[in-house]
């Protein structure tokens, strides 16, 4: 995939397809430490060990429409190339955490991608579960939570609502814009 980004929502999919209610996605740019962190955690069935310890292998999938499962292994792959590594860790009926960690300045490390377009596809899809988005740039960070959203817009407006999903997007993007200020 050429940007994180599409990586970020095949491990979100995966989140909301494991019936998770929350799904927690951070993303820190330690440029310090010159590094890239995305971590993705959920509350939802989570994986039995056998299945975990298989689930980097692309030619294992829960999937019943083909029998590959690439989304994982491209991750790791998209990782180790940029001297990174990926860990999932997961407990049956607890939930799932997807930790990618990437050199920030390797030359092979693709661009994180378009963030605000990401989170507004997430969240089209997200249905009843919620998304706690939080991205750090050195010091500065902010937070979306699609929780005090709901609450702001009470019951009567879904999250999915055109209106809405449009000034989460403008949102996300005046946020990383201020970040990266």
Not at 130 to 151: C, P, S
Request: net charge neutral; glycine share 8%; hydrophobic share 40%.
């Amino acid at each position: 995939m050429k940007e994180l980004s599409l990586h970020v929502m095949d491990i979100v999919e995966n989140s909301i397809k494991g019936q998770a209610t929350l799904i927690k996605l951070s993303i820190k740019e330690d440029i310090q430490k010159n590094q890239l962190k995305i971590r993705i955690v959920d509350n939802g069935k989570g994986m039995p060990r056998n299945v975990l310890a298989k689930v980097k292998n692309p030619f294992v999938t829960s999937r019943t429409t083909r029998p590959v499962g690439l989304g994982i292994s491209l991750f790791e792959a998209a990782a180790n190339q940029c001297e990174g590594s990926l860990d999932i860790y997961s407990k049956e009926g607890l939930g799932t955490a997807v930790v990618a960690k990437f050199r920030y300045d390797h030359i092979d490390r693709a661009p994180l991608g378009d963030m605000p377009r990401t989170i507004t596809s997430v969240v089209l899809g997200l249905g009843d579960a919620d998304l706690v988005y939080e991205h750090a740039l050195g010091d500065k960070k902010f937070t979306m939570d699609t929780r005090e959203i709901r609450l702001m817009i009470g019951d009567k407006v879904p999250l999915d609502n055109i209106q809405v999903v449009s000034w989460i997007k403008n949102y996300v993007e005046d946020e990383l814009k201020e970040l990266c200020s």
